[in-house]
């Protein structure tokens, strides 16, 4: 397949109008308004010309997960800085990469642990407060990120003592739904952890499972290859 500038931006256009109508859908079953939901449009591996063509046609969220590579996107799409696109960290943060965050993100996903909080918190400056997201490891698996249901109350402690940060709720990556029913119990026990310690934000959803992300309240979906077609092999880093 040719993959001329056109092509490539019809491709994403309507990329991002299908999963949008699939957003309003799965809020009219939920009885749930679409402004309350933000897709955050995953762009990470992805060429340069889809990543400018989802901006283009209103995906002003984006979310990369390595800091040096959002820190390339921000720098080589430097020239779209007026449109407003917010920044999303959404995959865990090495303690040497801090900087990197603090300097431009809007969004951080990963927060794991206090110490990667007083980081954050000590290099960002009040003035632009940038907005934490506790993950929780839902499933108890033990090779992902994220902490347990029963620490989160001292993660959420730790980002309220930095005016720079501001809870901006729990973001959880289940494990690899065989269907999009299978992520159901794991949203919703995200939900009940959110429900339980007043914090309302959620971050859940893939293209694997993002609609039933929605129904379980999802406030934040991360869609990647839905939006931009899959990504290429990737190389290393
Ligand atoms: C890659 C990634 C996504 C998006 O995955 P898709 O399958 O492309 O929709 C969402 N969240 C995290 C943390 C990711 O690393």
Redesign the pocket.
């Known amino acids: 397949m040719s993959a001329s500038g056109t092509d490539v931006h019809e491709e994403v256009r309507r990329g991002v109008a299908r999963v949008r109508e699939r957003i309003e859908a799965a809020c009219a079953r939920a009885d749930r308004n679409p402004a309350d939901v933000t897709l955050v449009g995953?762009s990470?591996f992805q060429p340069e010309d889809r990543v400018r063509a989802a901006i283009e046609v209103g995906v002003l969220d984006l979310?990369e997960?390595y800091a040096q590579a959002m820190r390339d996107r921000v720098e080589s799409l430097s020239d779209l800085a007026g449109t407003g696109v917010r920044w999303h960290q959404?995959?865990p943060l090495q303690r040497n990469k801090v900087n990197m965050v603090v300097r431009v993100a809007s969004y951080f996903?990963?927060l794991d642990s206090v110490a990667l909080a007083d980081a954050l918190g000590s290099r960002r400056d009040p003035a632009d407060p940038l907005h934490v997201l506790v993950q929780v490891n839902v499933a108890g698996e033990e090779t992902k990120s994220g902490v347990g249901p029963a620490e989160v109350p001292d993660l959420l402690s730790a980002v309220a003592k930095h005016p720079s940060l501001r809870v901006a709720g729990l973001m959880a990556?289940p494990p690899a739904p065989e269907c999009p029913e299978d992520s159901r119990e794991h949203f919703a026990a995200l939900r009940e952890v959110g429900e339980r310690l007043g914090v309302p934000g959620l971050s859940i959803g893939?293209?694997?499972d993002?609609e039933v992300a929605v129904e379980e309240g999802a406030t934040m979906v991360?869609?990647?290859?839905?939006l931009?077609g899959e990504?290429p092999a990737r190389t290393a880093g």
């Open positions: 995953v990470k979310g997960n959404i995959g996903h990963a990556m893939t293209t694997d993002f991360r869609v990647g290859r839905s931009f990504r």
